[in-house]
């Protein structure tokens, strides 16, 4: 079951934390999540799953940035959020979609005990400029039923900026 965005405020502080929290970013069945001002790309043409790829940063400068086609551009959310006893999902606005801009790859769904900002896999289909600080996505959220192991994993736990995949590190255990 999806929680209404009343249910989002009455656990925020306790089962739900979302810092900052705007009561005007507040729907009726999740709440809007802004864009950073950075973004990772990608240096090598092609990437690999068995080890880390260079990368470099890009700032969005106040009067936006064009993102460009064919490029997979990774940033994150402003607001830090943590999920105890919940399913966090991630999903792009309808407003952001009809614009032809995709906030993540495959990586939407989250893990009970996920603590940390959201990584978005942003890709376009044409040209658009983007700016920091937009309402880019939303986050809801499912209740959980059954007993459950939290979210421990060491790659994107707590993570303090925008993360480029960690996979290799599965090849190395």
Not at 27 to 50: A, F, G, I, Q, T
Not at 65 to 80: A, F, M, Q, S
Not at 110 to 133: H, K
């Amino acid at each position: 079951m999806i929680l209404s965005g009343k249910e989002i405020l009455q656990r925020l502080g306790k089962e739900i934390l979302i810092e900052p929290f705007n009561p005007k970013q507040l729907n009726p069945n999740s709440y809007n999540l802004r864009l950073h001002n950075e973004l990772l790309v990608y240096d090598e043409p092609v990437l690999d799953m068995k080890k880390p790829n260079r990368f470099h940063s890009i700032t969005i400068p106040e009067e936006g940035l064009v993102l460009e086609t064919g490029k997979l551009y990774l940033g994150r959310t402003i607001e830090y959020t943590r999920t105890e006893n919940c399913v966090p999902m991630l999903e792009g606005r309808s407003s952001v979609g009809r614009l032809g801009l995709f906030i993540h790859v495959t990586a939407g769904f989250g893990d009970v005990g996920f603590a940390g900002y959201w990584t978005l896999e942003i890709f376009c289909v044409q040209p658009i400029r983007i700016y920091a600080g937009v309402e880019i996505c939303q986050i809801y959220y499912h209740t959980l039923e059954g007993e459950f192991e939290k979210y421990n994993s060491g790659k994107y736990q707590n993570n303090q900026s925008v993360q480029p995949s960690l996979l290799y590190k599965d090849f190395e255990i």
